[in-house]
């Protein structure tokens, strides 16, 4: 090693050479790992501020996996309902059509049927006296007795006894829950069921293909409509996705970023000038606007929110309202501190030739300063995007809104990824417009 | 631009000073056109898209406006020093025993009979969220940075999967994780902490390498040139250059944070927010201005002391916003 091969005197010497680095202060020795236990200690503080031992305690760790797995999955639910006559079949809310015939549910004789779950090592096979659980590839016999279900004695894991029903467990694939009139099964799949056309649709369980070709070429389903109109009508009016609303709203939250923004850069740009004491000579004009900006800027967002939806009522209108004051105060505010930081050379040289006030400002001042503004404004843009939904939650419409009442109901995960992903698009789409422009308009080393 | 133009009592250009004018006048107006056009279309959009937002409001904007006063005019408290006690969880003199005027109720006592206003509790709330989700995010966004800086890692597969989580966790809607979170958890700070966590990460990450990858690189060469390991040279060679711009960017992010925090406590975390959205869907006049107050001096609070500290640590550089 290097150190080894150093005499004493070699490194007193290299000691004596660079006390700095040797001999550091107590604060240069001590701040950095002061930071972190400072910080620890808060983390830990919060911990207890903020109840995490008794939240997590409560939480409801079960709804989670059931939502997540919602998001990209969804579940058929049949009931299998033991009748005097026989074992009746029944769908509640039906995602496959009014009259479903899965192929993963098969008729075994007159009054008994086989669930499969995934496999045919894991099925359920409901029968009027007795139903058979078949869990990888073992048979448990579940029978009844005083009106309630009886666990069965080879029962494993995947099963579990609550209130005289017995829930055998098939992982993702879903369960069965067996009950004395009853066993109630919960199939659960891959995708988003019926993601463009709704079970009343003409074109529910058609292919890709057989769509295509009943819009080119099929016999016309409606006198008064096209097939491909009524094929987009379908679309956008399926009723489990909505997505003519979707887009809709979508578009509210885009139109609010855009025109709250827009405005509040034209409203911001011409104010700073009156706000900043190089350009205006005038304290008591400085000072006013300045305060404006300050009082615009910190009354926050979600305050104007509020207010303007009581004065206009829910949409895209308080949601502009509200980016427009806090954007005026904020861009205000970094726009004045450009101007102050100008170079004054610019401006003398065009004065000296005469100009009139306004063309030393339009040719002095605002050539320095509008790479900077544009940059910011288009900075601006983008965040708004995103923070136009949070707005939109609190009841200014848009796609925010929306995305609260589907996770409200705890139900439509799945439609509620769906309008994540449309805003991941939005958000990476309008992310790079604003770089394109940003590069075209000020060259690539802006910010 | 009048001033080029050589009028009567100029001197004529030559030949070749009348063709660079010519090219001038050419060049000038080509580019006032793209402007106009660019301007045009603007106005366009802006025309159409203003139009799509009052056509999808609740309340359209002309027939509202002569009433939009009449919420303020209506909208006050019994007197001004209402405020006052509604601020300070002192007992109100028009007490009928409604929720109007329960200001001594949501005290928070510390210690005999001292206690803390609801507001200010709640405030702390939302300072706490803030603080505590910027602390974690910039914690999380230092680690993740040094491998989404091309300076570092090259430009492989490492950037490629640290730049895409950094714009997943950016991009990714807070009320989601924040909705998600109450789901599970039930309504409190928690979900709040962590939705405006994984914004901040995502969104201090991208500053962070981009200071990263603008940093001197020869105190890594040197590094590298007496046997410094990849860590030693980020430990030694990259976090003393960078560190004053993080922490002014982490500065800057707690500001935006505390105004987050409000917003998505409004939506189920917690907070001010969420007691502000209460009042004023009540009518509570004195209590939502006690409200407004109250958070327009705690972020004109946070806002200097951030401003002051950042001027401390980087000087004036750190005044320039910026991305």
Not at chain 1, 31 to 59: E, N, S
Not at chain 1, 67 to 90: H, L, N
Not at chain 1, 154 to 176: E, H, I, M, Q, S
Not at chain 1, 396 to 424: F, P, S
Request: net charge negative; aromatic share 14%.
């Amino acid at each position: 090693m290097i150190q080894s091969s150093l005499r004493p005197a070699e490194r007193n010497a290299l000691m004596a050479r660079h006390p700095g680095v040797f001999h550091k202060s107590l604060f240069e020795r001590v701040w950095a790992p002061a930071a972190v236990a400072v910080t620890a200690a808060y983390f830990v503080f919060c911990f207890f501020f903020f109840g995490v031992p008794q939240v997590l305690g409560d939480a409801q760790w079960e709804r989670a996996g059931t939502y997540m797995a919602d998001w990209v999955s969804w579940e058929a639910t049949p009931r299998f309902r033991f009748g005097d006559e026989g074992i009746d079949v029944e769908w509640t809310r039906s995602l496959l059509g009014d009259d479903p015939d899965p192929d993963w549910i098969t008729q075994m004789g007159e009054n008994a049927y086989a669930i499969t779950f995934g496999s045919d090592t894991n099925r359920v096979e409901v029968a009027q006296d007795q139903v058979i659980a078949v869990v990888d590839g073992v048979e448990h016999v579940v029978r009844f007795a005083d009106g309630a279900a009886v666990l069965p004695e080879t029962a494993t894991d995947a099963f579990a006894l609550k209130n005289g029903r017995v829930t055998v467990y098939y992982g993702f694939a879903g369960l069965a829950e067996i009950r004395a009139t009853q066993v109630y099964i919960r199939r659960r799949f891959f995708g988003w069921p019926n993601f463009f056309f709704d079970t009343n649709s003409p074109f529910f369980g058609m292919s890709a293909g057989e769509v295509w070709t009943t819009v080119t070429a099929g016999p016309q389903i409606e006198p008064d409509r096209s097939n491909l109109q009524l094929a987009v009508d379908e679309f956008l009016t399926n009723s489990e996705w909505q997505h003519l609303d979707v887009y809709n709203k979508l578009l509210q939250t885009i139109v609010m970023a855009f025109v709250g923004t827009l405005f509040a850069a034209v409203v911001a740009f011409p104010l700073s000038f009156l706000a900043a004491r190089n350009v205006t000579r005038n304290r008591l004009t400085n000072w006013f606007t300045k305060r404006s900006f300050d009082l615009l800027r910190s009354v926050d967002m979600l305050i104007w929110a509020l207010f303007f939806v009581r004065g206009f009522g829910p949409g895209p209108i308080p949601g502009i309202a509200a980016i427009f004051f806090t954007d005026t105060g904020t861009l205000g505010k970094t726009s004045t501190e450009a101007i102050e930081n100008i170079d004054d050379k610019q401006r003398e040289g065009v004065r000296s030739v005469g100009a009139s006030p306004a063309a030393i400002q339009r040719y002095g001042v605002v050539p320095q300063v509008a790479p900077v503004f544009l940059s910011q404004v288009l900075y601006f843009w983008e965040s708004n995007t995103r923070s136009a939904t949070v707005i939109g939650a609190v009841g200014a419409g848009g796609i925010g809104l929306k995305l609260i009442e589907a996770m409200r109901t705890n139900q439509d995960w799945e439609n509620v990824a769906y309008m994540v992903v449309l805003i991941l698009i939005v958000v990476f789409v309008f992310d790079n417009l604003s770089n394109a422009i940003r590069s075209r308009l000020i060259g690539s080393s802006g910010h | 631009m009048s001033m080029i133009d050589a009028g009567p009592g100029r001197t004529e250009l030559s030949e070749a000073g009348r063709t660079i004018h010519r090219h001038y006048q050419q060049l000038l107006r080509t580019r006032r056109l793209y402007s106009l056009l660019a301007l045009g279309g603007v106005a366009t959009l802006l025309f159409f898209a203003l139009w799509f937002a009052n056509d999808n409001n609740a309340g359209k904007f002309f027939d509202r406006l002569p009433y939009f006063f009449d919420f303020f005019i209506h909208f006050q408290p019994d007197d001004p020093f209402e405020i006052v006690r509604a601020l300070f969880d002192l007992p109100s003199p028009y007490a009928d025993g409604s929720l109007k005027y329960d200001y001594e109720e949501g005290r928070v006592y510390l210690f005999g009979s001292v206690y803390l206003p609801e507001y200010f509790y709640q405030m702390l709330v939302t300072i706490n969220i803030a603080l505590c989700a910027t602390l974690a995010g910039a914690a999380m966004a230092f680690v993740l940075c040094f491998f989404a800086a091309t300076n570092l890692v090259g430009a492989g597969a490492v950037r490629f999967l640290v730049r895409r989580l950094l714009e997943l966790m950016r991009a990714f809607p807070e009320i989601v994780i924040a909705g998600l979170l109450v789901a599970i958890l039930s309504i409190g700070p928690i979900a709040a902490v962590v939705a405006i966590f994984i914004h901040t990460t995502g969104a201090l990450g991208k500053l962070f390498f981009e200071v990263v990858e603008n940093a001197d690189m020869k105190p890594d060469e040197g590094l590298r040139s007496v046997g410094a390991t990849w860590l030693e040279c980020v430990r030694y060679g990259m976090v003393p250059q960078v560190l004053p711009n993080f922490v002014s960017y982490a500065l800057l992010r707690t500001e935006i944070n505390v105004r987050a925090s409000t917003i998505i406590g409004a939506v189920g975390g917690g907070g001010i927010g969420e007691v502000f959205r209460l009042s004023l869907s009540r009518d509570h006049a004195a209590k939502t201005y006690a409200i407004i107050v109250l958070l327009f001096a705690t972020i004109l609070l946070i806002d200097w002391f951030s401003g002051w500290l950042r001027q401390r640590l980087v000087g004036n550089a750190a005044f320039q916003f910026g991305a």
